[in-house]
């Protein structure tokens, strides 16, 4: 009898660790600052956070990692790109709430600790609004980055209006090219994979 008890209660145990997990993945979040003003829209992929003020164009802002209730964040560009945030998390109803671990990048914790997570239940339809690439920021100054979603290897191609090749990268999922040796002025680029161009467009630098 003891024994059965025994082997009931280790039961309820993993019952109540599998209910008590909680993931981020694939989820769109409203978020509002302390004044309960609107912010942005948060959008949490497989491995990419992305963010967006309309909810029909979002921009990938960091990597992601999951690890039980543990996240971790790192930036693709910006003052804090080289850090990454640690923040435990959990769901309650509509709303999600983040403890800091460790984040030495202090506009991320104001925004991941003391803003309003709010669920977007009509957030499953913007997943498929979510861009396979994009290059940004458009004008940009010294950095300008790249992302590929589809996880291949891929290449970007700056050209001045002369169409005079200025810069040439190859990468996987995303780069952070910097820019410094380019002249500002308006260029040319080419998103290429294994099948040719996927992208192309025009950018300013400032």
């Known amino acids: 009898m003891k024994k059965g008890i025994t082997i009931l209660t280790f039961i309820l145990a993993l019952l109540e660790i599998n209910a008590n997990s909680q993931t981020l993945n694939n989820t769109t979040w409203i978020v509002y600052n302390s004044n309960n003003i609107f912010f942005e829209y948060f959008h949490f992929g497989t491995d990419t956070l992305s963010y967006s003020q309309s909810n029909s164009f979002y921009t990938p802002i960091s990597h992601f990692a999951e690890s039980g209730n543990t996240l971790t964040l790192i930036d693709f560009s910006g003052s804090c790109a080289a850090d990454s945030g ?46 396979q690439n994009q290059i940004f920021p458009n004008p940009f100054s010294e950095i300008l980055n790249i992302w590929n979603s589809n996880n291949e290897p891929a290449e970007i191609i700056l050209y001045d209006l002369a169409s005079r090749k200025q810069l040439q990268q190859r990468f996987v999922n995303s780069v952070s090219l910097n820019t410094e040796q380019l002249a500002a002025g308006i260029y040319i680029y080419e998103l290429r994979n294994k099948n040719g161009i996927v992208r192309n467009g025009k950018i300013v630098k400032e």
Request: charged share 10%; with cysteine.
């Open 86 to 131: 640690k923040y435990t998390f959990s769901i309650q109803n509509d709303t999600l709430k983040f403890i800091l671990i460790s984040d030495p990048c202090t506009p991320r914790i104001t925004t991941i600790t003391n803003y309003h997570w709010i669920t977007f239940l009509t957030g499953i339809a913007s997943m498929n609004a979510l861009p």
